[in-house]
């Protein structure tokens, strides 16, 4: 059931994305760049996109918080898909080596103007039902995080975007460990700095 609302929710969001990109005037050319699409959504006739898609996340990210705590960033594969007006990008990078180390996947979703509040409050309903969600100050507009039998996962949202990063143990059936709060809300705020718009 967690599944489908995700899938719901993620289908509602490209398709506005879609909606607003076939508003355009057809005298309006279409942006060709994110900085070009910021300009032009902080006009009169709407608020500016504060993040932008890139080519390839795991260059921008900053995993030196957590490679403290398990070591060197090894194997990094990225990809980065667009549908509609929305890009999800995604960057899994191993850290460490067993029996300690964990495979850190961080996913961005940058959509049009406000998306990621309305992503981050449809998601969080469905998490808040099943599991113990704590929240984190300070850290883009809305932000918290839990453990699951995936390992420990930081959601945050900001204007157009919302950010999940999920530490998992190389080594199945690992308990999570409880010290990585503060690494990876420091991973998550560096990632929201190199993909401001």
Do not use: W
Request: proline share 6%.
């Amino acid at each position: 059931m967690k599944t489908l609302l995700v899938l719901l929710s993620l289908a509602v969001l490209a398709v506005g994305g879609c909606v607003r990109a076939d508003d355009r005037p057809a005298s309006t050319p279409a942006p060709t760049s994110a900085a070009a699409v910021s300009g032009a959504a902080g006009t009169a006739t709407g608020p500016a996109l504060a993040y932008r898609s890139v080519e390839g996340l795991c260059a921008v990210l900053d995993f030196r918080p957590l490679s403290e705590v398990f070591g060197a960033v090894g194997r990094q594969q990225h990809q980065a898909r667009a549908v509609g007006g929305t890009s999800n990008l995604t960057c899994a990078s191993t850290l460490g080596q067993l029996p300690h180390g964990v495979v850190v996947t961080v996913q961005a979703t940058v959509g049009p103007p406000d998306s990621g509040r309305v992503m981050y409050e449809g998601l969080r309903r469905v998490y808040d039902e099943t599991e113990s969600l704590t929240d984190i100050a300070e850290l883009g507009a809305g932000a918290y995080q839990y453990d699951d039998a995936a390992g420990r996962h930081v959601v945050v949202y900001d204007a157009n975007l919302y950010l999940t990063l999920t530490a998992a143990p190389l080594r199945l059936n690992a308990a999570p460990r409880n010290d990585l709060a503060e690494p990876m809300s420091h991973v998550a705020a560096a990632a929201l700095t190199a993909l401001r718009a």
